[in-house]
């Protein structure tokens, strides 16, 4: 009979070591019990039935899975530095020293069993989500959810954690010393720096966004991504590394060339995510910066003042493109006048009927030149072409960085923030995200003068993906496939666009029409107040009898949090 590989054979003698021990044996049962608890409480209907959890399903996993990675790393910590010490002082692996294996095979097995261990744990608390999810009302399974979270969470906190115990453990040698500092380390990320450099330090994924919604999946792919290899790298590069400093005789030179190889590329591959994630944070520090140095530089230029813009956008999968006609006049006599757009645009033309005008791009500010001086109240027809996603870190200037990132106090998790959605199935563009011109600059902190609404006469028309539909102020109207209109007899200070998988529930009240957009599949609240359905008209008319609406329609829509 063939004998096993020996990183499995050490693997199966240390999870019947971890099985036996009732350290573990009580973790295990009292954290599937706060679980279960918990889940009573915030998700069934003897407790408080939240709606957060049942409205975003993926919610009930993810919560599940959160909390239980807090106590499990604590606990993964004190296993990975307890078998190195267990071998020293009492012998215990002893059956596998007789064999003749690599200081890697010895390692890994090592690891391997407690990592195979905790994802059972893993399993266990997924399936009571689970449970508690088929039994919620109102609300479905996520079945995707139970699969990327625990790669997205514990893995890679599992991974990091007991790659840096491993590595300390076999450079210090004090089990003590090793688990004051990994533990130090794990609280000082959630009490202390939390969601520092854009979620750097969160080897948890505690403070890290990773609410998932079922119109666009993650918020900020990149950063969660980007961290999670960082952190899973990092540890699979300290296990390695691990390998060639612990003390006995290596038994196979190829598994030590093996590990230096791998230990040094994973943990090369840990630092460089981990560098370009802060390039990237640092970028977007400094940007809002520079955008109100800008702003306060200029905010007397000259401006246009806009009576009508025709806006054409047409959609594409991570981007849009589009074409924006200027009508107005000039408000003083000058030859170049400024404009404001988000830096995510690169503007390719500006046209004056057919003739190419000068322009120039400083960040969000756009300079258009004549080559006369235009006097004041001289008309303008202008047309700018520009393509692009938005840049976020340029939206809400006026808001301080520390609030308009600021965690919610309402959730156990963090739901992040985001200003813009360009996805393939859901576009969202509100006028803080400046995906169209508008005259002057932006926010400035010197100038009050620099904040204007005028209203204008917006005419918007929009080509979709297939299978989408927009939704904009005014009459939506189809002039072919994926290509449509809004009609509006009345002016707007600003002006927003939504694309998705919409449907359109309408309620007539006398001359007035009640919408409701909704994403494809999200009607559930049709089925809603069954007693005074047939009434619901008439409560409104009543209502609207002592207010002034001028308006025919009343839309609601749904959109991403």
């Not at 020996?6 to 021990?21: G, N």
């Not at 072409?385 to 309402?410: P, V």
Request: proline share 4%; aromatic share 14%; hydrophobic share 45%.
């Amino acid at each position: 009979m063939p004998m096993a590989p020996p990183i499995i054979t050490i693997a199966k003698y240390e999870r019947k070591i971890l099985m036996r021990s009732w350290f573990f044996r009580i973790f295990s049962v009292f954290s599937l019990f706060v679980l279960f608890v918990f889940n009573m409480g915030e998700v069934s209907e003897v407790g408080n039935m939240d709606w957060v959890y049942r409205a975003i399903p993926s919610n009930m996993p993810y919560l599940n899975l959160l909390l239980l990675n807090l106590a499990q790393a604590i606990i993964a910590v004190f296993l990975s530095s307890e078998f190195i010490k267990r071998e020293r002082k009492q012998d215990t692996t002893e059956v596998f020293f007789v064999r003749s294996m690599s200081n890697g095979s010895y390692l890994l097995g090592k690891t391997w069993s407690i990592l195979s261990i905790f994802m059972l744990i893993n399993g266990a608390a997924l399936l009571l989500g689970l449970i508690f999810n088929l039994l919620a009302l109102d609300t479905y399974v996520d079945w995707q959810a139970y699969l990327y979270y625990p790669l997205l969470i514990s893995l890679p906190s599992l991974l990091f954690l007991i790659g840096l115990t491993s590595l300390f453990m076999s450079l210090i040698r004090n089990q003590a010393l090793t688990f004051v500092f990994i533990l130090g380390y794990i609280l000082s990320s959630l009490i202390y720096i939390k969601a520092d450099y854009n979620y750097l330090f969160d080897c948890m994924a505690f403070y890290l966004p990773l609410f998932h919604s079922q119109i666009v999946g993650f918020g900020d792919w990149e950063t969660v991504f980007t961290l999670r290899a960082m952190y899973a790298s990092l540890g699979i590069g300290f296990i390695f590394l691990s390998i060639l400093l612990l003390r006995r005789l290596p038994q196979s030179k190829a598994m030590n060339a093996f590990s230096l190889v791998l230990g040094l590329a994973f943990t090369g591959t840990g630092f460089y995510l981990g560098y370009q994630h802060v390039e990237r944070y640092q970028a977007s520090v400094d940007l809002p910066k520079r955008v109100i140095a800008l702003n306060n530089e200029y905010v007397k230029h000259p401006k246009i003042n806009i009576e009508k813009q025709l806006i054409h956008l047409e959609q594409a999968e991570s981007s849009f493109s589009a074409t924006s006609t200027i009508e107005g006049f000039a408000s003083t006599a000058a030859n170049a006048f400024v404009f404001n757009l988000n830096p995510g645009l690169i503007v390719s033309a500006v046209m004056n009927g057919t003739q190419a005008m000068d322009f120039e791009r400083k960040t969000n500010l756009l300079f258009i030149r004549t080559d006369t001086t235009l006097s004041e109240g001289s008309p303008v027809n202008w047309t700018i072409q520009y393509e692009g996603t938005i840049e976020e870190s340029a939206c809400f200037l006026d808001i301080d960085r520390e609030l308009k990132y600021k965690r919610a106090d309402d959730f156990v998790f963090d739901i992040g923030r985001k200003y813009a959605f360009i996805f393939p199935n859901f576009l969202l563009l509100t006028p803080e995200a400046q995906w169209y011109p508008q005259a002057g600059v932006g926010y400035s902190d010197q100038d009050p003068s620099w904040y204007r609404k005028d209203f204008i006469d917006y005419q918007l028309s929009v080509t979709t993906l297939p299978g989408l539909q927009p939704v904009s102020p005014g009459e939506l109207k189809q002039l072919s496939e994926n290509s449509y209109t809004f009609e509006r007899d009345f002016d707007l200070p600003q002006l927003s666009l939504s694309i998705g998988k919409y449907k359109k529930s309408t309620m007539e009240t006398d001359s007035l029409s009640f919408s409701v957009y909704h994403i494809e599949g999200h009607d559930y609240f049709k089925n809603a107040l069954p007693d005074i359905r047939d009434t619901i008209p008439e409560i409104i008319r009543e209502r609207l009898a002592a207010v002034s609406y001028t308006h025919l329609r009343a839309h609601e829509t749904e959109a991403d949090l």
